[in-house]
């Protein structure tokens, strides 16, 4: 069983940035790999930064060198630290947890992945 609480969206000028958290709960599993995805309105879904069980990051061409994904395992939170931002950030950002080793970030199957209730990223430009 899996619990995710996402925070720190809002508004921020272009060149800004913002963190996003992730309050995590699992239940049953010993290693997961945890990632940000977000949407943006007319958009599919899109992987943006994913941290393995080992640490192992990736990240998203788009964000390469502005996002910094990373975790506390003592706090259980999952953070997302938001540089440089573009107006194109723009988007709805989930916290997700895939609890069979990435596989599921890999393969796209996103309807087995957890998912948190979102949080609003709005950048002006």
């Known amino acids: 069983q899996v619990q995710l609480v996402e925070s720190g969206g809002g508004s921020v000028q272009s060149g800004g940035s913002l963190t996003l958290s992730c309050a995590v709960s699992?239940?049953?599993?010993?290693?997961?790999?945890m990632g940000w995805f977000r949407q943006a309105p007319g958009k599919e879904r899109e992987e943006v930064a994913i941290?393995?069980?080992?640490?192992?990051?990736r990240y998203a061409d788009s964000v390469k060198g502005r996002f910094t994904i990373s975790q506390d395992n003592a706090k259980n939170t999952l953070y997302l630290q938001m540089d440089s931002l573009k107006a194109e950030d723009t988007a709805m950002y989930y916290c997700?947890?895939?609890?069979?080793?990435?596989?599921?970030?890999?393969?796209?199957?996103?309807?087995?992945?957890?998912w948190g209730q979102g949080t609003q990223v709005t950048v002006s430009s």
């Open positions: 699992v239940y049953g599993a010993s290693r997961y790999c």
């Open positions: 997700a947890a895939d609890l069979s080793s990435g596989l599921l970030f890999r393969f796209r199957r996103y309807d087995s992945i957890y």
């Open positions: 941290i393995d069980s080992d640490g192992s990051t």
